[in-house]
């Protein structure tokens, strides 16, 4: 979004899901490794389809612009594709060697996602497994928003994951502010280094993670920083079959609040120098499968303070509340709903709002919440007020027009393996 997940996910998903989530995949009865053609271990994530929008409005995309304020069904209007190549040579005595080549094709722009080489099996540590390149470390994600909110991966850097200290797994990683596609342009002679404790074992069915992060570089706007995220999963939470994440996350400067740097900027991309952040997120989700019933659920706060710039001090404060369901009727179709309010306020400014619901009737080939391949036939009506669609106007967004209001259509295939 993450623990002993089925391998047959890809970095996407299989990275992004919580402890509370992974009993809900491997109860869906995924198959256990990935698919492997002429030897190599093929993994991937894609979405694509047919969306429709009234004239002059987007075809997915309606959000306010925080970081858990898209909730996605039916509000992607998108295509896209990742394909994870990875080859595994195992030399005896639990001595491992492997790559993994990941490029991307989002909206016609390609990319890479992952590439590096790893390592593990060492007498010294044989849990461990040492990587080099640039490596997705998705530790946290909340599905029904797209958001990994605990994430310290996607820059060129040396690591190491899995050291079992006894009561919890230790993850380190070295980064610079370069990726396989911008190793040369990034403005910011930034370095980042994150500390991952994981699977620290709190009460019964209870565990907590800890993601610190250190940022410091050659800012031309704003300030080195610090990160601090920690995470509660819960099994058996209040009922049997429902699973509760709990997160507290706090960072400053360009310290990311999930992990990641924030704000370098991108010369690549047309972005000048950008200012740090002093954030801050409470967040709270649910997961559940009981029978034919599934889903997942999310309340969330954030507030962040611009630290730099014309606009130094301005701060935006963000909620979201809402989560999607799943009814299986019968094994292979389902009946998906999903819902969310979120606003947005910014200082010396009207209140934003906006509201989201979809249905869509779903094929599958399992019954449970986290089974795909999903083909689903979708209808959602987004609705905002005039705050939201003046902010988002100016962008080339959803308030075109003076409209307050979109009805999309679509029909979508999402497929991990």
Same mark, same amino acid.
């Given at each position: 979004?993450?623990?002993?997940?089925?391998?047959?996910?890809?970095?996407?998903?299989?990275?992004?899901?919580?402890? +509370?989530?992974?009993?809900?995949?491997?109860?869906?009865?995924?198959?256990?490794?990935?698919?492997?053609?002429?030897?190599?271990?093929?993994?991937?994530?894609?979405?694509?389809? @047919?969306y429709s929008s009234p004239a002059g409005t987007p075809r997915g995309g309606y959000t306010l612009g925080g970081d858990?304020?898209?909730?996605?069904?039916?509000?992607?209007?998108?295509?896209?594709?990742?394909? =994870?190549?990875?080859?595994?040579?195992?030399?005896? #005595?639990?001595?491992?060697?492997?790559?993994?080549?990941?490029?991307?094709?989002?909206?016609?722009?390609?990319?890479?996602?992952?590439?590096?080489?790893?390592?593990?099996?060492? $007498?010294?540590?044989?849990?461990?497994?040492?990587?080099? =390149?640039? %490596?997705?470390?998705?530790?946290?994600?909340?599905?029904?928003? #797209?958001?990994?909110? *605990?994430?310290?991966? $996607?820059?060129?850097?040396?690591?190491?994951?899995?050291? &079992?200290? /006894?009561?919890?797994?230790? /993850?380190?990683?070295?980064? %610079?502010?370069?990726?396989? $596609?911008?190793?040369?342009?990034?403005?910011?002679?930034?370095?980042?280094?994150?500390? #991952?404790?994981? #699977?620290?074992?709190?009460?019964? /069915? =209870?565990?907590?993670?800890?993601?610190?992060?250190?940022?410091?570089?050659?800012?031309? *706007?704003?300030?080195?920083?610090?990160?601090?995220?920690?995470?509660? &999963?819960?099994? &058996?939470?209040?009922?049997?079959?429902?699973?509760?994440?709990?997160?507290?996350?706090?960072?400053?400067?360009?310290?990311?609040?999930?992990?990641?740097?924030?704000?370098?900027?991108?010369?690549?991309?047309?972005?000048?120098?950008?200012?740090?952040?002093?954030?801050?997120?409470?967040?709270? *989700?649910?997961?559940?499968?009981?029978?034919?019933?599934?889903g997942q659920a999310l309340a969330a706060w954030q507030t962040g303070r611009i630290d730099g710039g014309v606009n130094?001090?301005?701060?935006?404060?963000?909620?979201?509340?809402?989560?999607?369901?799943?009814? @299986?009727?019968?094994?292979?179709?389902?009946?998906?709903?999903?819902?969310?309010?979120?606003?947005?306020?910014? $200082?010396?400014?009207?209140?934003?709002?906006? %509201?989201?619901?979809?249905?869509?009737?779903?094929?599958?080939?399992?019954?449970?919440?986290?089974?795909?391949?999903?083909?689903?036939?979708?209808?959602?009506?987004?609705?905002?007020? !005039?705050?939201?669609? +003046?902010?988002?106007?100016?962008? /080339?967004?959803?308030? !075109?027009?003076?409209?307050?209001?979109?009805?999309?259509?679509?029909?979508?295939?999402?497929?991990?393996?």
């Amino acid at each position: 979004m993450k623990q002993a997940i089925p391998e047959n996910l890809s970095s996407r998903a299989r990275r992004g899901l919580s402890g +509370a989530a992974m009993a809900l995949v491997i109860a869906a009865g995924l198959p256990a490794q990935a698919a492997e053609i002429g030897g190599l271990d093929i993994s991937g994530y894609t979405r694509f389809g @047919a969306y429709s929008s009234p004239a002059g409005t987007p075809r997915g995309g309606y959000t306010l612009g925080g970081d858990t304020q898209k909730f996605r069904l039916g509000n992607e209007g998108d295509n896209g594709i990742e394909l =994870g190549i990875g080859k595994t040579a195992d030399i005896g #005595d639990g001595r491992k060697f492997s790559v993994m080549y990941m490029p991307t094709v989002w909206g016609g722009n390609y990319g890479t996602a992952q590439g590096y080489v790893a390592m593990s099996g060492f $007498d010294f540590a044989p849990e461990a497994r040492f990587w080099i =390149g640039q %490596n997705r470390l998705r530790l946290q994600e909340v599905h029904i928003v #797209d958001s990994f909110v *605990m994430d310290y991966g $996607d820059n060129t850097g040396v690591g190491m994951t899995g050291l &079992d200290l /006894g009561y919890a797994k230790l /993850g380190v990683g070295l980064f %610079n502010s370069g990726t396989f $596609d911008y190793s040369s342009i990034v403005p910011n002679d930034a370095k980042r280094i994150n500390l #991952d404790l994981s #699977d620290i074992r709190t009460n019964p /069915g =209870g565990t907590l993670r800890v993601l610190a992060t250190l940022v410091e570089g050659n800012f031309q *706007m704003g300030s080195s920083g610090a990160g601090l995220s920690v995470s509660h &999963d819960q099994s &058996d939470f209040l009922l049997n079959g429902l699973a509760n994440t709990f997160f507290l996350q706090g960072s400053t400067g360009h310290a990311g609040i999930n992990g990641k740097f924030q704000g370098l900027g991108d010369a690549a991309n047309g972005a000048g120098p950008q200012p740090g952040m002093k954030s801050f997120r409470v967040a709270d *989700m649910l997961n559940w499968q009981s029978g034919p019933f599934g889903g997942q659920a999310l309340a969330a706060w954030q507030t962040g303070r611009i630290d730099g710039g014309v606009n130094h001090g301005r701060s935006t404060r963000d909620t979201s509340l809402g989560g999607r369901i799943s009814y @299986a009727i019968g094994r292979n179709f389902k009946l998906l709903a999903e819902a969310g309010t979120t606003t947005r306020s910014v $200082d010396g400014q009207a209140r934003q709002s906006l %509201n989201k619901f979809t249905i869509a009737p779903t094929l599958a080939l399992a019954p449970e919440f986290w089974s795909r391949p999903e083909l689903r036939f979708y209808l959602t009506h987004a609705s905002w007020n !005039a705050a939201a669609a +003046a902010a988002n106007v100016a962008a /080339g967004g959803f308030g !075109a027009g003076g409209r307050t209001s979109s009805t999309l259509a679509g029909a979508q295939l999402e497929v991990w393996w």
